[in-house]
């Protein structure tokens, strides 16, 4: 194969403050943003930043969340995907290439994923000139496997659903035993490029922005509680960061409670796509996790139909007072995914009996360009959503999400979590013993987290 030239995009710290970009390729940057976005310039609007340099934020209105603490969502809806994923995808793969793991003209990229990570891989990966090859499982949203092959990427199905992950890791292995040499796999749930872009910078745009909400008169300039579900826990990592700056801020997991696999060491099928993976990742510091709770995965879905379709809209503004601009904006920011994330925080809210000055953040991942025919099968499965079945959604999957399926995280809990990681990690993947049992140390996630700066270094290095 003939040799192609790096294509490199943003360092961490230009992802956190985009303003840091040399000007002539943020302004082309944005330009491509709606001209091209298939242009690797692009690479360049992988931020939780708007181009005007605002947070992409929403504090959720006390009408619709029915608890005093003020919950902020950080959405991703913006990001070249539409998911913050890309900015996973992108730190893990730029990583590899500039310490010469992977080449474009040489290797096939293979991207493990139960949906945003696998189309985020679809859009880096062929944004940097790799072969892509995305793993997906069979049942999910039909629109993810539309996206993925339209960014480029060849797509594998494997059977099952959100939780089947051992048969993706199994088609992995597959792969790379019929092609050594060429198939390099890029895997979310044990890579810490991933956790390095959220540690750093969704952690400390959190950081900034529970500041900028200060100054609104919201808070107190801390976070009281983070609330994100886990796939890969790659969102989750960014509560290392805010634990730096606020050992008191409460960092809460999220899983379905189709599939409590901290909670309970439970298995099954759920859809929530995104997260619950049924095995605890590498790269998830279950150390630092206060609490877990379970999520509903009809409450979420049903929860998104109530706020997508008629007449839901129209009977939470006009019975409930939910104001209609922020439904409108809410509308075009959520996903089953970011649903789960906002019950959580409602949770949290109330199981930690949060006031008025308590934050709590938490993330929507991706919006409902990836579930118009999950929202159809769930029509057909449950019938039309008419004025009384709206009303009884808002109050019994909003107003009064209950305190059930809580864990909190004791050191004896959190020893329970992280040995979890043995059974996948050491026995079928070959980790070793010793570095699980490092991952106590807050040393081994501190010497991770300071690879942001030597990344950051190689990346200016090869545009010089």
Known sequence: MASRSLVI??????????????????????????????????????????????????????????????????????????????????????????????????????????????????????????????????????????????????????????????????????????????VRVLNQFEVFGNYRFHYFVTGSTILELAAELCRLGVGEGTVAAYCSAMGSAGTIGAGDKLKQVSPQTLVVGLEPIQCPTLIHNGYGGHDIQGIGDKHVTWIHNVMNMDAMMAIDDVECKQGLQLLLESPGPEILAQRYGVPADALSRMQGIFGISGVCNVLGAIKTAKYYNLGPKDLVVTVCTDARDRYESVMRSLAETYGPMDETEAAVRFVSIFRRQKTDWVQEGDRATRLRWHHLKYYTWVEQHGKDVRELDAQLSLEYWAAHQQRVAEVDRLILGSRS
């Open 9 to 182: 995009g943003p360092t961490f710290e230009e992802m956190l403050h985009p303003w840091t970009i040399p000007a002539g390729i943020r302004q082309h940057a944005q330009r491509m943003r709606t001209e091209d976005p298939m242009d690797p310039i692009n690479l360049f609007n992988i931020t939780w930043r708007t181009p005007d340099d605002s947070i992409a934020y929403l504090l959720l209105p006390k009408e619709f969340t029915g608890v005093e603490a003020p919950i902020a969502v950080l959405y991703s809806r913006d990001f070249p995907t539409g998911s913050h994923k890309v900015g996973a995808a992108y730190a893990v793969l730029v990583e590899k290439e500039l310490t010469g793991e992977v080449d474009p003209a040489r290797h096939t990229l293979v991207w493990p994923s139960t949906g945003n990570y696998g189309i985020g891989g679809a859009w880096v990966g062929c944004r940097m000139q790799f072969d892509s090859l995305v793993i997906l499982p069979e049942l999910m949203s039909t629109e993810r496997f539309k996206i993925v092959r339209g960014y480029g990427a060849r797509l594998v199905l494997t059977p099952g659903c959100e939780s089947n992950v051992k048969e993706i890791y199994d088609k992995c292995k597959e792969l790379v035993a019929a092609d050594p040499e060429r």
